[in-house]
């Protein structure tokens, strides 16, 4: 499998705090890499790399190379920056769909991209509600504010509204930890889906959730990579101690 | 199809690939002690190792489906069912690889009188048709069928519990065979072993589509009867 | 098991009861003295307000006729400098809030919109004067008087918007910088219509205070008496806070233009009513579309 993310040696600051110390990990291509491990263990701020989330913080400092598609994403120019989000997708914590309709909320990245044909816009808006399973229940309601929808729907919008754009990469912090178990089922069976198409990035704090739906887990801790591995072998016989008692709930 | 439920299908498709070799063995062991083939027999030792590696596969499959998703409910029947029909199958494969090796190790035909009068041609005969019943029942979730073995077990268990009388007849009626009459012996006792995994095999098959714990209940039924 | 004191539940429920009659009291009573208050002026104005009153110039020494350039004046006022001092102070605002990076400048603004939100109103009628009226030339007249007022709300503005951008969860900011649209159009699209609602708070808020503002109109625009309709914002005007200011302390015949001045005050507390009741619907027409589930 072809490597779609690799970072060598990746140091993160927070001012004087140091989040990542020294993440080295290669994610192939068409797979999800679950990030797992305690609060404040690096993870979310990990996955916020690979589409330069960090920026966007005031005081941040990273070292390293982070690799996609074997371009060094934080030596290319600020200008670029855009067209790197446009490649890497992001589905937040809690559902955040924007005030708009429904097909607003999913044509806005078409159209913050310079897209204006409006036959394409309504058919890429329909692929990614498709692809998003959600296009049954929405599409007779499509001009209906996207707050209408429940908690479930609104978090599968903003996986439409981040496919929209046909990005390789979707990262995910925890797309399902603020929904209810129905619901998080539905999203992680389209995350198991979504991978024949997409790279996939989740953050979960549900140990469950990541050993279902990834391929590769990374156990993060105190800002340090302690395994990555295949989710087969990190869920059946962890490397490492802390892993092993961090899976079984023996951590503290 | 949810992800489970693809996952599910893999391992069932992976069983019934086993269950098929296993049937397959037995059908050589028939067929080698039959026409006394004894390179059939020793085929059949060789292949006994691919029964094994599969074993292990699918063992790792299943510890795979536990650590992953976390099966409850059905699933959870589901995957244990698995793990335990797989050991009992394993076990089957090997006692026609044991049955084979009675049949390469003699260099002359067995007597088919011996065979006959032990009716282990008939015991074989059987135990094959439980394992392909018990396999018909499992594909079709038919407890119906899966039950069929019971009765084919209690035949095997009177020809067994009669073999020895039986022998001691062929050893004074062919007392220049007496090392042939005690192997079909041996024999008759390893094919009534395949009765008690058929047995065990059934009542997986039946908790699992049923969710019913047969195991302690058999024997009242056994009183009434 | 500990067997807990009942009396210690009768004593709770005790001062409980009288934690919320106390309060109940107060609020109701705050409530009264707002109904006695426009209950009075209603009492005494009701009777002098009719179609002639609404649409006449003033007459006789301003003891008869009608108030129409001040209802008009006053109408100009507010229009103008809300037109001036919201833009500005929802730019301001975004500014403040979205570009300005922490520090001491961001610090520096902030502290001198709160001391300007704190200047009393004469002190900005002398600066109106100074600056528009004197020093620019505009002379007395209302773009004077709207300039003023404008900065009067100015703060007021800046500081709701400030807040209502503060209220918008980052995630929607990231959200929109995740699918690759950069800062201007994130504020544009996504956060200016979720902090509209709140925004037009300060809209709101703003004409409350300066359609009632009598001090800094009262060196930049207001006419003492001036029985027509102004044609150009270098016009001066008439505006309803001056003229009950006038007519109820220096008027001809202040006796006699009683009954006016008490209808005056009934007109300039229904303009402001009925522009924050509009107001208040257009708030809740947007945050029923923005409200979160």
């Not at chain 1, 290669?26 to 797979?31: G, L, S």
């Not at chain 3, 995740?178 to 956060?191: D, E, N, P, S």
Request: proline content about 3%; overall charge positive; glycine content about 6%.
């Amino acid at each position: 499998m072809r490597t779609k993310i690799e970072t060598n040696n990746v140091h993160l600051h927070y001012g004087d705090f140091h989040a990542l110390k020294g993440i080295n990990m290669q994610i192939p291509e068409r797979t999800v890499t679950a990030l797992i491990g305690p609060s404040g263990c690096g993870k979310s701020s990990y996955l916020r790399l690979f589409n330069r989330m960090n920026d966007l913080i005031d005081g941040v400092r990273i070292d390293g190379k982070i690799l996609i598609d074997n371009t060094d994403i934080y030596a290319i120019p600020q200008s670029e920056v855009d067209r790197l989000r446009r490649k890497v997708g992001m589905v937040f914590q809690k559902p955040n769909p924007f005030p708009k309709t429904i097909f607003e909320n999913v044509a806005y990245g078409l159209r913050v991209n310079g897209l204006k044909d409006k036959k394409l816009i309504e058919g890429q808006v329909e692929k990614a509600l498709r692809q998003a399973a959600l296009w049954e229940e929405v599409k007779d309601k499509l001009k209906k504010s996207a707050f209408e929808l429940s908690g479930g729907q609104q978090q599968r919008l903003c996986i439409a509204r981040a496919m929209a754009i046909e990005p390789s990469i979707l990262l995910m912090d925890e797309p399902a930890s603020a929904l209810d178990p129905i619901s998080t089922g539905k999203i992680e069976e389209l995350i198991y889906e979504l991978k024949s198409n997409f790279t996939i990035i989740i953050v979960t704090h549900n140990m469950q959730q990541a050993s279902r739906v990834s391929d590769y887990t990374g156990f993060f801790l105190l800002g340090e990579l302690i395994e990555f591995d295949e989710t087969k072998k990190i869920f059946r016989n962890p490397e490492k101690q802390q892993t092993e008692n961090y899976i079984t709930g023996r951590f503290g | 199809m949810l992800h489970v439920e693809s996952e599910i299908q893999e391992l069932k498709d992976r069983l019934i690939a086993m269950w098929d070799l296993v049937i397959k063995q037995l059908d050589k062991t028939q067929q080698a002690l039959e026409g006394h083939d004894r390179d059939l027999a020793l085929e059949i030792q060789a292949t006994e190792r691919r029964i094994n590696a599969f074993e292990l596969t699918i063992d790792r499959s299943c510890e795979d489906f536990i650590a992953l998703l976390q099966p409850v409910a059905s699933d959870l029947r589901f995957v244990l069912t698995a793990l335990k029909i797989n050991t009992n199958l394993e076990r089957i494969g090997d006692i026609a690889c044991g049955i084979s090796e009675f049949i390469s190790d003699h260099d002359t035909e067995f007597n088919r009188e011996i065979i006959k009068h032990m009716e282990a041609d008939r015991m074989l005969t059987l135990s094959i048709e439980m394992v392909k019943n018990l396999r018909e029942a499992y594909l079709l979730e038919n407890t119906a069928k899966a039950r069929t073995v019971y009765k084919r077990d209690r035949m095997l268990d009177k020809i067994n519990s009669v073999a020895s009388f039986r022998a001691v007849d062929c050893l004074e009626k062919y007392p220049d065979q007496k090392r042939q009459t005690l192997h079909v012996l041996s024999m008759i006792r390893k094919i009534e072993r395949i009765g008690d995994q058929a047995k065990n095999i059934a009542e997986e098959i039946i908790f699992y589509i049923e969710a019913k714990v047969i195991k302690h209940k058999r024997k009242e039924k056994d009183k009434e009867e | 098991m500990i067997s807990f004191p009942t009396q210690v539940d009768r004593k709770k429920r005790f001062h409980q009861a009288i934690a919320f009659w106390i309060a109940r009291i107060i609020s109701y009573s705050i409530l009264l003295i707002l109904f006695f208050i426009l209950f009075f002026i209603l009492k005494r104005g009701i009777g002098v307000i009719n179609w002639e009153f609404l649409t006449a110039m003033p007459s006789d020494g301003m003891t008869k006729g009608g108030i129409l350039p001040a209802i008009v004046g006053t109408l100009y006022l507010v229009l103008m400098s809300m037109v001036i001092a919201f833009p500005v102070g929802v730019l301001s605002g975004i500014y403040v809030n979205e570009y300005a990076k922490e520090g001491a400048i961001k610090q520096f603004v902030k502290m001198m919109t709160n001391n300007l939100a704190g200047v009393p109103s004469i002190v900005f009628g002398l600066f109106g004067m100074a600056l528009f009226v004197n020093r620019l030339g505009f002379g007395a007249s209302i773009l004077a008087g709207s300039l003023t007022l404008a900065l009067l709300a100015l703060p007021l503005i800046i500081r709701t918007t400030e807040e209502s951008l503060k209220a918008v969860d980052d995630t929607f900011r990231h959200a929109s910088y995740a699918l690759g649209a950069g800062k201007l159009r994130t504020i544009r699209k996504v956060v200016l219509p979720i902090a509209f609602p709140n925004i037009i708070t300060g809209l709101i808020l703003g004409i409350g205070r300066v359609s009632g503002e009598t001090a800094p109109i009262l060196f930049t625009v207001a006419a003492y008496f001036l029985p027509k309709l102004p044609h150009s914002v270098f016009d001066q005007a008439m505006a309803l806070p001056y003229h009950l200011y006038v007519i109820s302390t220096s008027g001809t015949n202040i006796q006699a233009s009683r009954p006016i001045a008490y209808g005056t005050a009934v007109i300039l507390i229904l303009i402001v009513l009925g522009m924050n009741l509009l107001a208040n619907f257009v708030r809740s027409h947007y945050s029923r579309k923005v409200k979160m589930k």
